[in-house]
């Protein structure tokens, strides 16, 4: 029987973090939750010798991941050092990237293994950033997925979110993060940087249909998972990796409270993007821009998540208690809630 692989397409700024904290302790998934190898095949491949630096320079960051990893400085996102040998690690370090060193990477992890992971995985948000690359980053995909189902039992799985206000978490961040990215942000403001970017959206409805036509699929909404169906959407997670228990992870995206979303220590991409709360005029004025999602969506599935298509009400979510201080290694930072009459409430 081959080893169960989970494929992740992401999509980010979508609770992908802690959809993987929620399950991670069931996988065996590299040196961290995204190490980029599928992104430096792919752009190995589309960009062959015309673009050697940007390959080279994915490469270089490789290295640099693997060593953090020896040296322990990888620790929310990385697996236990004793789940990776240097064995495994000798099958990709040193070597330029491809699928067979790719493969025999998680084959020798799935040998080795040692506790009671059930699966493989691989949860780099951007191996479905290939499908913005037109037909010939379709076809590299499809070729990839299908390599890999030679070896393994592959399931593709990706997570969604209301697509205006997944846009607005990445575009903010970026906006914010221009220099560490290269973010092209000019002179433009940041409501320019929103239309500037739109084209940028990455296509719901393609993703979906290019991942089906590949094999095995498994597609969560971020919203059903955490808040309105999260019962049925747990059963689904342990029925995809046979076990008995999944403990969801908190996110900070659910609610959605905005600029005041919940410090939590393991999730400060989340609350570091949205830097302010998006008025409702500029929520529907993207609608409108990005009303083929919408539209898309309704043709595969027949109706819209429950929770999607209009503006949160962030002066309700921000004023609801945090759940829980603590889960786990997650906390909220103490300096950014008080407690009142018995309930503790974000005062950031």
């Known amino acids: 029987m081959k080893p169960k692989f989970i494929?992740?397409?992401?999509?980010?700024?979508?609770?992908?973090?802690?959809?993987f904290a929620s399950i991670?302790?069931?996988?065996?998934?590299?040196?961290?939750?995204?190490?980029?190898?599928?992104?430096?095949?792919?752009?190995?491949?589309?960009?062959?010798?015309?673009?050697?630096?940007?390959?080279?320079?994915?490469?270089?960051?490789?290295?640099?991941?693997?060593?953090k990893f020896r040296e322990g400085e990888i620790q929310f996102h990385?697996?236990?050092?004793?789940?990776?040998?240097?064995?495994?690690?000798?099958i990709i370090e040193h070597h330029d990237p491809t699928i067979e060193r790719y493969i025999d990477f998680y084959k020798c992890l799935w040998e080795e293994k040692s506790c009671n992971q059930t699966a493989l995985a691989d949860?780099?948000?951007?191996?479905?950033?290939?499908?913005?690359?037109?037909?010939?980053?379709?076809?590299?995909?499809?070729?990839?997925?299908?390599?890999?189902?030679?070896?393994?039992?592959?399931?593709?799985?990706?997570?969604?979110?209301?697509?205006?206000?997944?846009?607005?978490?990445?575009?903010?961040?970026?906006?914010?993060?221009?220099?560490?990215?290269?973010?092209?942000?000019?002179k433009r403001s940041i409501k320019d940087w929103f239309e500037h970017r739109i084209e940028h959206q990455i296509p719901y409805a393609k993703l979906i249909k290019t991942a089906m036509s590949c094999g095995k699929t498994e597609f969560f909404v971020m919203e059903d998972v955490w808040e309105s169906d999260t019962e049925n959407q747990v059963a689904r997670l342990q029925k995809l990796l046979d076990v008995d228990r999944v403990e969801l992870y908190d996110n900070a995206y659910?609610?959605?409270?905005?600029?005041?979303?919940?410090?939590?220590?393991?999730?400060?991409?989340?609350?570091?993007?949205?830097?302010?709360?998006?008025p409702d005029d500029l929520y529907y004025k993207l609608k409108k821009m990005m009303s083929f999602q919408y539209e898309?969506?309704?043709?595969?599935?027949d109706k819209l998540p429950e929770t999607w298509g209009s503006p949160a009400d962030y002066k309700k979510n921000?004023?609801?208690?945090?759940?829980?201080?603590q889960h786990k290694e997650n906390f909220v930072y103490p300096e950014f809630y008080e407690e009142i009459d018995g309930q503790n409430y974000c005062h950031n």
């Not at 939750?33 to 599928?38: A, G, I, M, N, R």
């Not at 990385?78 to 000798?90: M, Q």
């Open 78 to 90: 990385a697996i236990s050092k004793h789940d990776v040998s240097e064995k495994a690690l000798s």
């Open 254 to 278: 659910c609610p959605d409270r905005g600029s005041k979303a919940i410090r939590y220590s393991n999730l400060v991409d989340q609350w570091t993007s949205d830097s302010f709360d998006m």
């Open 123 to 186: 949860f780099t948000n951007t191996t479905s950033e290939c499908l913005q690359h037109g037909k010939k980053g379709v076809e590299w995909y499809k070729k990839f997925v299908s390599k890999l189902n030679e070896h393994f039992d592959v399931t593709q799985v990706a997570i969604f979110r209301d697509p205006v206000r997944r846009f607005f978490s990445n575009e903010c961040w970026l906006y914010d993060n221009a220099e560490l990215v290269d973010a092209p942000i000019g």
């Open 24 to 67: 991670k302790e069931h996988l065996l998934y590299g040196i961290e939750k995204e190490w980029f190898y599928p992104q430096m095949l792919f752009e190995r491949n589309f960009y062959k010798f015309t673009n050697d630096h940007l390959w080279r320079k994915s490469l270089d960051k490789l290295k640099v991941r693997i060593r």
């Open 296 to 301: 898309d969506w309704i043709k595969i599935y």
């Open 7 to 19: 494929l992740f397409l992401g999509v980010g700024w979508s609770a992908t973090t802690p959809l």
């Open 318 to 325: 921000q004023s609801l208690p945090i759940g829980r201080l």
